[in-house]
């Protein structure tokens, strides 16, 4: 994908989504980092209705080191792999709590220590919480990044490898949001929907959707060629 392609790619999820944010409820760094690493493998819907039970008891590493693993599994119950979850978050509750003194660490190494935190969270509160430029490359934004051709890759590292040298620096702090949500509403994993997609002439996809005839009205494709990016 040309540089400017990329670049008007960007500037039209920005356009569309100025201040995206997480659809995960939280209202602490520490509450993030325990809704970020519970939505592995369950949707963010499931992870807030375990939360809004859970956080009113235990929000914090010492109130969840109190609750216990057995404690904390009926609140947890909606949520995909809740036994291991339910451990790796009282281990993480402690090891916050031990090294580093109850606070949610800044640094990726500490961070992907944690029990149950991968690059995949990690990536995500350094960006969200410490402002780094960081790209989380999930299940939808490495299915964005190849269809597009923004940045094809394997591998989500090889996908987070080719954001970092391919998205403008001006939208790196929030290139996660909108690949993610562009991907979870508009360019989904069965049924893209290319016909009304706002990147559709940016778009290296043969989307079939968005060429047939019947979803174009005489000179619409002009317009869309023509549009400012
Ligand atoms: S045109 Fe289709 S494949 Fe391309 S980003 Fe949009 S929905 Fe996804």
Redesign the pocket.
């Known amino acids: 994908m040309h540089p400017a392609t990329r670049h008007a790619l960007y500037r039209r999820l920005r356009d569309a989504t100025p201040h995206p944010r997480s659809e995960l409820e939280y209202s602490s760094p520490f509450e993030l980092l325990v809704a970020v690493m519970l939505s592995a493998h369950t949707t963010d819907k499931s992870v807030n209705a375990a939360t809004r039970k859970l956080f009113p008891v235990a929000n914090t590493p010492q109130a969840l080191v109190e609750l216990g693993v057995e404690g904390v599994k009926p609140y947890l119950r909606t949520v995909g792999l809740y036994n291991a979850k339910s451990k790796h978050l009282i281990g993480l509750s402690g090891q916050i709590l031990q090294r580093h003194g109850g606070q949610v660490p800044r640094e990726r190494a500490a961070l992907e220590a944690l029990p149950g935190v991968g690059r995949k969270t990690a990536n995500i509160i350094l960006n969200i919480v410490f402002g780094e430029a960081e790209i989380a490359v999930d299940t939808h934004i490495f299915r964005?990044a190849n269809?597009?051709g923004l940045a094809p890759g394997r591998t989500p590292l090889a996908v987070e490898q080719a954001l970092r040298r391919n998205t403008p620096e001006a939208f790196q702090h929030d290139a996660h949001h909108w690949l993610l949500l562009?991907g979870r509403y508009?360019?989904t994993a069965r049924a893209?929907?290319?016909g009304t997609?706002l990147?559709?002439d940016l778009?290296e996809?043969p989307?079939p959707?968005?060429a047939a005839p019947t979803t174009r009205r005489a000179g619409t494709r002009g317009a869309r060629r023509r549009r400012t990016a």
């Open positions: 964005v269809r597009t562009h508009v360019c893209p929907q290319c997609c990147l559709a778009c996809y989307h959707n968005a």
